[in-house]
């Protein structure tokens, strides 16, 4: 077969389906055709049911980790990103590579492994996990001291991480719990919602859907510690489209009615894109900072924690959570959260008359200053999780969206020997997670220490975190077994290394 264009080996394993060009169409046709690829300029949160519908995913934009390569990566799923010799046409249904045009319902292969994009259908075969890998992981279970959980934010993506020997739950991102078809016109009428009191009708809906699934994680991982992240991306990513929204109304203003309840609507969805537009929402009001203007949202998330895991204990089953606040930079955003969350838990488990309950709260070190200043946010929290991938974004100044225009030229030129969002930089990123793991254990010498972003499936990013004395790495489902051997690794290469210096 000949390669039509190369992009970025995102997500490993290969995929052939038919091209469509919106998750809503992927959706529509994903039960009538075998296959399908979703091919956009990029993905963002609300392309996650068209993800999950499809087999594989083609971007034009974007990086290593970009949106599109770590939801591909934690749904097994292969994944080609950045391959920027694809002009996505999404008005035409059609792509254009050179001369070559690719309509809607055409088929083509990716190569998530090598980052290829193959015109027509390429045979491939279903990986099988035989009984001679299951005794070797567990040699390497034998010899490894790190832990190795998984990222997961569904029962099936839990119990595929079970599957392949994951001891627990490292992220549970539960923004994504969101997109789904039934949740989403709730979760957009909070954001309209115009007082407190609305906002929580709006919330009091919610709760029963993410106890549900909080349950199904915890009665999945039974005994084994699920750590989930409060919401984090900025509100406005679950609104429609703001020229989708135009669209309507300009087609509503044809009609010359008098009065329109759905005009009023748009009008107002469309009011409160602008009142929420960021000019660099990576940094702008997202994280912690949604929970502290708006505690509602906390309080309905741990709630909803709480009780499912009060609800899964009385099955006779065993719920750990753990509650992680993200992007914290100062030790009192973490202050204003951590009382939120012990406020709730103390009624929730006084409403389940509960006298017990193994929890643990704390937050992910993302921003350059909260890993400078570990030591007071450890004297708060009972556990950090480094989310490398935003750390490794503001600590380098690289968007890790933007940055995969040059990279890739950045590491053939050697002015970098790696991609800092595949491996970590450990003499830049990495040595701010060796100081907050010091500083931190200085004020809580209990401090439980993991690490969250892409860099928990990289060997040469686990042997890393290994030395440095984390207690865990966390990565996709599909990546725990590599986790499980890289930590081996770095286990006997450390024994190595003592036995050669004591000769």
Not at 448 to 466: A, L, N, Q, R, T
Not at 489 to 497: H, L, R, S, Y
């Amino acid at each position: 077969y000949n390669p039509i264009a190369k992009g970025l080996p995102a997500s490993p394993g290969a995929a052939s389906g038919k091209v469509f060009f919106t998750s809503e169409d992927a959706v529509n046709h994903a039960k009538e055709s075998k296959g399908i690829i979703l091919v956009r300029q990029e993905t963002n949160p609300d392309d996650i049911e068209g993800m999950n519908a499809a087999r594989g995913i083609l971007t034009s934009r974007g990086g290593m980790t970009s949106h599109a390569a770590v939801v591909a990566r934690g749904m097994g799923k292969s994944c080609v990103a950045g391959c920027e010799a694809v002009r996505v046409r999404h008005a035409k249904k059609q792509m254009q590579i050179g001369k070559l045009i690719i309509k809607e319902g055409d088929v083509i292969t990716i190569n998530g492994s090598t980052g290829e994009v193959i015109l027509g259908a390429v045979p491939t075969i279903e990986p099988e996990l035989s009984g001679e890998f299951a005794e070797f992981m567990s040699w390497a279970d034998d010899v490894r001291k790190l832990g190795v959980r998984a990222n997961a934010d569904t029962p099936k993506d839990a119990n595929q991480a079970k599957k392949y020997g994951a001891e627990g739950i490292g992220l549970c991102r539960t923004e994504h719990m969101f997109f789904a078809e039934d949740r989403l016109p709730i979760v957009q009428e909070m954001i309209l919602a115009e007082s407190t009191e609305d906002r929580m009708v709006a919330l009091d809906k919610l709760l029963p859907f993410q106890k549900k699934d909080f349950k199904g994680l915890f009665e999945s991982m039974n005994g084994m510690p699920v750590t989930i992240r409060t919401l984090d991306p900025p509100l406005h990513e679950f609104l429609p489209d703001r020229k989708q929204i135009e669209k309507e109304l300009e087609e509503l203003d044809k009609k010359d009615d008098d009065y329109d309840e759905k005009h009023d609507r748009l009008s107002m969805i469309l009011r409160r894109i602008d009142e929420l537009k960021e000019i660099n929402p990576m940094l702008g009001h997202r994280g912690c900072r949604l929970g502290i203007v708006y505690p509602e949202i906390t309080e309905m998330q741990v709630r909803a924690i709480i009780e499912a895991a009060c609800e899964v204990n009385k099955k006779g089953k065993k719920a750990c959570p753990e509650i992680m606040i993200p992007l914290i930079g100062h030790v009192n955003e973490f202050i204003n959260q951590k009382e939120v969350v012990e406020r709730i838990i103390g009624e929730t488990m006084k409403k389940y008359r509960v006298r017990k309950l193994d929890y643990l709260i704390g937050t992910m070190i993302e921003i350059p200053r909260a890993a400078l200043t570990a030591d007071e946010i450890a004297a708060e929290a009972q556990f950090f999780s480094y989310g490398t991938n935003d750390l490794t974004q503001m600590t380098m100044g690289f968007s890790r969206d933007d940055a995969g225009k040059f990279l890739q030229y950045y590491v053939n030129k050697k002015i970098l020997p790696k991609d800092p969002f595949v491996s970590i930089d450990q003499t830049g990123v990495g040595q701010l997670v060796e100081m907050a793991t010091e500083k931190g254990r200085s004020t809580n010498p209990d401090l439980k220490i993991g690490i969250c972003g892409e860099h928990g499936g990289d060997p040469d990013s686990i042997e890393f975190c290994h030395r440095v004395g984390l207690n865990y790495v966390s990565c996709s489902p599909f990546r725990v077994p590599i986790a499980r051997l890289a930590a081996a690794q770095a286990t006997i290469k450390e024994k190595t290394k003592t036995a050669e210096r004591d000769k």
